[in-house]
């Protein structure tokens, strides 16, 4: 509420937000993709808890990108923390509880620690690219989405 409102004639959605947008989905895309695979080394349902959680994964950090782009405080929202909180408990008990798993409900199987390890270093390599991106689009553009 600090900033002024947009021009009438500004779009909704900037080149720039468009660009970000297009960038993060491509990325988020290419790396779910790359888990799959490489879940499937082991099972399909491997790689479907691969791809599964690293969307969740993907998506929250995701929220993180858009704050930082805005300069809003990571924790400057404690609902936003709660909700974040939240998604990544149940993640967790879809893929570790063992009644979900007997019932097969979400067909999902447990991560080992070097399957998190993947999905933590595609989450860091997305963080990364995504903020550099985001800086040169704004500066390409000479829009702040």
């Known amino acids: 509420m600090s900033r002024k409102p947009r021009p009438k004639n500004e779009p909704i959605m900037t080149r720039a937000m468009i660009a970000n947008v297009v960038i993060t989905g491509i990325m988020i895309c290419v790396f779910t993709l790359f888990l799959f695979n490489y879940g499937l080394n082991e099972s399909p349902m491997k790689a479907q808890t691969m791809a599964f959680t690293s969307l969740v994964v993907f998506e929250v950090v995701r929220v993180f990108m858009i704050r930082s782009q805005y300069k809003i405080g ?8 709660l909700a974040i909180s ?4 149940l993640q967790i008990l879809v893929v570790y509880l063992p009644l979900l798993g ?19 270093f ?3 390599l ?7 991106a985001a800086k040169i689009v704004s500066r390409v553009t000479q829009q702040h989405d």
Do not use: E, R
């Open 102 to 120: 007997v019932l097969n409900v979400f067909h999902t199987t447990p991560l080992m620690m070097v399957d998190w390890m993947y999905i933590l």
């Open 122 to 124: 595609t989450t860091a």
């Open 126 to 132: 997305m963080l990364v690219i995504g903020l550099t």
């Open 74 to 81: 990571i924790f400057s929202n404690k609902y936003l923390i």
């Open 86 to 89: 939240a998604s990544l408990g």
